[in-house]
């Protein structure tokens, strides 16, 4: 994760965490006023109370953080998520029920969600409207697999079980592992090879990209269900507990 939100916040952090163990040295060498023997009796029989401002601050500028991406979604309005210029798009075009998801195939967190994103897919594809757009911030093997399921729309039966045996991976997603996989799913491995190489497959990786800046992402898995956030690992539980809780949201 390394935009520009969450290296303020870190930043932020480190000076608060500066700031808490300068008041707490200060305590220890009794730089306190005599006025204040108080205070540092209180924070020396209390010292977890620098943990807990730690604590508090970090949830806080998370918050400010989930904050600015749900308004930046907001902002963005579905048109943009689904936009099929750049992302995978299946389901009804008038399903109440919508997923967006932005990944890319080395994200640990993203393989970890595979599992329910792949059992909630089979449930609701019929009746769901869903959105998958790769966001390659794990270096040159991530973008190659990103070239390579942009390139597999250009066979659109085979993208989705491409995508989830490309998602389904151990260990790192390299070139032989793609093509392995292209081919254990019926892709034309010749023909995939040779619309990877079409320069307006990673203009889509790269529009791709544009929009999480845009969106305020900073990492993945990224999902947006129903128009709300979520910068995190899911199970069935919280996907499902997400499209019951759709609000207002559409």
């Not at 965490?17 to 009796?41: C, E, K, M, N, W």
């Not at 640990?108 to 594809?125: E, L, M, Q, T």
């Not at 929009?211 to 990492?219: C, P, Q, S, T, V």
């Amino acid at each position: 994760m390394n935009s520009s939100w969450k290296l303020a916040a870190l930043s932020a952090l480190g000076g608060a965490a500066i700031a808490v163990a300068i008041v707490y040295g200060a305590a220890l060498v009794g730089a306190f006023p005599q006025d204040d023997t108080h205070l540092r009796s209180y924070l020396m029989a209390h010292p977890e109370i620098f943990a807990d401002m730690g604590a508090k601050f970090q949830a806080d500028q998370d918050e400010a953080i989930d904050r600015a991406r749900q308004e930046a979604i907001d902002k963005l309005g579905p048109t943009a998520f689904f936009n099929p210029k750049l992302a995978y798009i299946t389901g009804p075009a008038g399903a109440r029920t919508t997923l967006v998801e932005f990944f890319d195939y080395n994200c640990p967190h993203c393989r970890n969600s595979v599992g329910a994103v792949h059992r909630f897919y089979d449930a609701h594809k019929s009746d769901a409207r869903f959105a998958f757009i790769e966001f390659p911030i794990f270096g040159a093997q991530s973008t190659f697999a990103a070239r390579a399921a942009i390139a597999a729309r250009r066979q659109p039966d085979k993208y989705v079980a491409f995508h989830f045996a490309m998602m389904q991976e151990d260990g790192p997603l390299d070139q032989d592992a793609i093509f392995a996989n292209a081919k254990r799913v019926g892709l034309d491995v010749d023909k995939l090879k040779t619309d990877m190489d079409d320069p307006a497959v990673l203009d889509v990786v790269n529009e791709g990209i544009k929009l999480a800046h845009k969106a305020e992402l900073d990492g993945t898995p990224e999902f947006i269900i129903n128009g709300k956030s979520l910068e995190r690992e899911v199970d069935d539980t919280l996907l499902n507990q997400m499209v019951k809780a759709r609000g207002s949201r559409s």
